[in-house]
Each structure stands twice: as structure tokens, then as C-alpha cells.
């Protein structure tokens, strides 16, 4: 439970020209989150409020019933650990001497601005969210994602409120922070600037995702997704990238760990794929989202602006979607409601295997299709999540040596670490046994016989 308070006469570390945290708020995760005045004003914004109504985990509470936890409470965690790891690396032992001569651009500047940028970003980066988080982002207009909406949150209906704030954030250096470089081709950061997108968002090391792996594992009930953080965060340095091959000169500075700090590293990375397999990658949870997603399309839900996207939370959708599980039609949206209220969810009956050397896409897909011509568009459903194909290597601060090694010459689990994936096929309950059946029976003639698996023996 999420309590507030009020406290006056602290500052954030001391420091001078910053405003006072006058603010606090008890968080499960990291105990009180303390914010400032303009903070709380960006918080109390209707963009930022809209996220206590937007499910963190999508459909996961229809399999994990306490994981009822939002946007809202992840945002305050993020903007926490953000903090922690600027004041970490911001920090002059924190940047070893490998690591100078990538800084002859004058490093940070405005030590006070850009903290006060990192934290807004980490607040503002999931305004963007559509109901019930990644589930429906299909519904999103072609080639955008939620990233894509929360920059025009950002530049546009909080861009004055930012810019009235004490510091003067200017709307776009909270952007790019808050969304990382891909969402701004045209823009050539500096080395710092690329820096303070990967605190907030970054592949391996950003507030983000340690956040939500502590939040989720704790709401799921599982203790799959904790990790010693805290040691994490302590041996957090600035490095340079990690080496490509030998003679390498790398060009950019990173966020990488020393070597003491490569067990907490590797045992996030750990905590991470088992999250994603066990959690959000479940099966049944997949098959939630694929109904929601059928209802929300045939409920006539659109998102194609920022503006009409801020008017639609979760509980808009629950509202319809009960609404049209208690009436008596017979049509499309009423049968998806209520495969979703009365949990009349489709059945998993095939799945791919991620050992396998070939793509087990077109296997599924091979299933799919002739589960299709079987019984029919209506009874058969399928998700497909590709594997991440994120960077998942960083730079390790080697302790006798001084210099800096990759991850993946250093760790045999970061070098074999496997990613997970999803690729299930679902069928109506009613087809269920039979179609299992079948497919026990036809697998190798739907599928066929392939040369590689052959050579495999």
C-alpha cells in the first residue's frame, strides 16, 4: 500500500541549487521515494495520474492474482533507482582512468540540471502506455510503439509544465533521456547525454528494468526476479564499451561494473530470463492478451495520437468488456468479453522449442495453418513474442589489470545466457482433446521431416 506524507528542509545529496524533497511516499520496493515540489506537480499532472489505472504486468493477474500492481508506483521506482545510479556514477571514483580519455568533451556540465532531467525522465518514460501495458500495442497506429506516444506526451501536453519547473528541463533533453537515442535519429548526443538514457532505460543496467524485476517478482509472488541491487549499484562504474575483437579502440563510454560486481550483474541477468520465462511469458497469461487484444479491435478501441490514447485507461476497457459479457448478443465482441470474464480462454496445444537449430516460427505456423483449415479461423488463435535480441554484454572493470574486458570473455553464463521466447498456438476448448490428438498423431506430416534434424540423428 502506497502511503504519502509531507517533510520539509531536505535536499536531494546536499547538494546546493536543487529544491527541496519536501516530499515522500512509502514504496514495498525501496522504502520512502522522496520527491520534490515540481516533481509532485508532474506527478499530480492528469498524464502521470492516468497510470495508476494501467495494469504494470497487462493480464497477468488473471494467473497471478496479487499482481494487480501499476505504472504509476513502477514510475516512482524508476525515478528512485535513477537517482542512485546518477549520484553513483556522477561520482569521480566512479570513472577509472581507462575511462578518461573518452571524456575530453567536458563531461556532464550542469551537474544539477541533468539530475533533475534524469529523474523526469524516469517519471515520464511510460506516459505512452495504452491500456493493460504491452498487450494491445498491436492497436497502435503501423510502426509506432508506446515509445512513440510517450515523446508526444512529453513534447507536447507536458512540454509547458516542464518548462516552468526550476530548473528549466527543456521538453526534448527529458525526452531523449526518458526514450534513449533510437526515437531521435536526428540527434547527435554527447557521450554523457547516451550515458543518462542507459541509467533510465538501458539494456542491461537502466532503473528501468531493475525495477520492474523487484516490483513484479514481489506483486507475482515469486522470488524468480530479485537480485543483490544494492551491490549492483555499488560497483556500477563508467566504462568504455565493451572491446568487439582484439586491438579494439571502443568510443563510447558505457555503463559497466568492476569486477567484484560481476556476480550481482550476472545474477540479474539470471533473475531476468527466468522472469520472462516463467512470468511474462506464461502461456495462459499470452492468451489473455490475445483475447483482449480480439475484443478491443472488435470494440472499435484506436489509438492513433497521443491525445486520444490519455483518455482510455484499463478501466475503460473492463467497463466494456462487462458490459458486453452481461448482455444476450450472440455477436464477436460479446463471445471475446466473455472468454475474458468468465475465463472461457483457448487451450495451449502446441508450442515451439527453442533448442531446436531451424526456426520453430515455421513449425507453429505450419501447426496453425492446419489447425485452421481444420476447425476454422474462429477456434484457433496464436502469440508470437521473437526472442530479445537486446546487447546483453557489458564492460567489466578488471581488478589487478586495469583495464577493460567484455562480460563474455569473463562470465560462461553471460556468454551462454539463453533468451526466451514465445511461440504458442491455442485452440477452443471444445476442439481441445481432439486436436491433440490429431496433432500427436498427423505432427510429422504437418510439420514434415527436416534435413537438419536428420543430420542431428
Known sequence: MIQYARREGKTSSGATGMQELKHEVWDPIHGFIHYTDDERDLINSPEFQRLRHIHQLGMSHFLFPSANHTRFEHSLGVMHLATELFDAVTEESRIPDVTQPLLSDGGLGDRNYWRAVVRLAALCHDVGHPPFSHAPEELLPKGKKHEHLTKEIVLGELSALLASMGQKPKPEDVAFVALGAKLFPEKQPEPWEELLCSIVTGDVFGADRIDYLLRDSYHVGVPNGTFDYKRLIETIRVLPSPPEGEGDEPSKITLGVDQGGL???????????????????????????????????????QFSDAKTLLTVTDDDVVSCWLSAARSNAGDAKSTYARRIAERQHFKLVDRGDPRTKHDPRTDRQKVYEALVGKYGQDMVRQAHVPAKTEELGFSVLRERE???????????????????TVDYVYVHPDVYDEATEWLGADRETIVGTREEEREDG
Open 402 to 420: 586495469g583495464d577493460v574486458a567484455s562480460a563474455h570473455s569473463l562470465s560462461q553464463l553471460v556468454e551462454n545466457m539463453p533468451t526466451a
Open 263 to 301: 556476480h550481482a550483474a550476472e545474477a540479474l541477468l539470471v533473475s531476468r530470463y527466468f522472469m520472462y520465462s516463467q512470468v511474462y511469458f506464461h502461456p495462459l497469461r499470452r492468451v489473455y492478451d490475445v483475447h483482449l487484444r480480439d475484443f478491443m479491435v472488435e470494440e472499435g478501441f
